[in-house]
């Protein structure tokens, strides 16, 4: 059983990266009650070598009455659909049943950037929330609601190359940081066409090695979102 917001119910935050894993408990208002503490994410990446840091995370984190997993690919219900930086293995777990039955308490499990865009969005008109890290993070939210499975990483858009072939961790590490802040420019205006966003957030690891100055609408945000959307996701039980 859940426990009402009265009883200030403590909640454990993971976020599942691609090169690293972390965790965080969280009161009611999504204050931190722990200190953040981060392992790197175990290869290969299959799912009893990613549950094992998880649990291990969780073990140092104190006592917890619930759970939030941000998670890199489709999640529908709990159940995992891509994992495409991880493990092919992960298709059809449902980690959500799995986590909870291993800490005894209610876990939901969200695709990460959907959890990253409830830690950071104002819920006011089209705001879009992209995350650079090991690959490329997308969500969209309309008035505070989130469309679901929203995918843009391996949408092809330019000539045979998706997003996450421009942006991801590989192709910064082969092009550099300024043709890769190019290519972060020319995106931010593809995407803008595409969505005529009020509000674009940038998030994730990679973050830190925008240099490019960005425009009114669009603002470089926290990576610790990824954490404290945990909290606002247990008010949205139906949309994940």
Known sequence: MVPSLSQTPKTLAIDIGGSGIKAIV????????TKQKRLKTPRPAIPAAVVKII???????GQFDRASIGFPGV?????????SNLDPSWNGINLAHLLSKEFGVPVRVA????IHGYGTIKGHGVELVI???TGFGSALFVNGHLVPNLELAHHPFRQNDTYEDWLGDQALKKIGQTKWNDRLAQTIDILEFIFNYDYLYIGGGN???????LGPKAMIV????????????WQFEDKI
Request: hydrophobic share 40%; aromatic share 2%; glycine share 12%.
């Open 75 to 83: 999640v529908r219900k709990g159940v995992i659909y891509t994992a």
């Open 55 to 61: 649990i291990k995370l969780a073990s140092k984190q």
């Open 207 to 213: 973050s830190k090695r925008i240099t490019l100055k």
């Open 111 to 114: 695709n990460d950037a959907d």
């Open 222 to 233: 926290a990576n610790i979102a990824g954490l404290l959307g945990g909290i606002t996701c």
């Open 26 to 33: 969280l009161d009611e208002r999504g204050e931190p009650l």
């Open 131 to 133: 995350t650079l890290g």
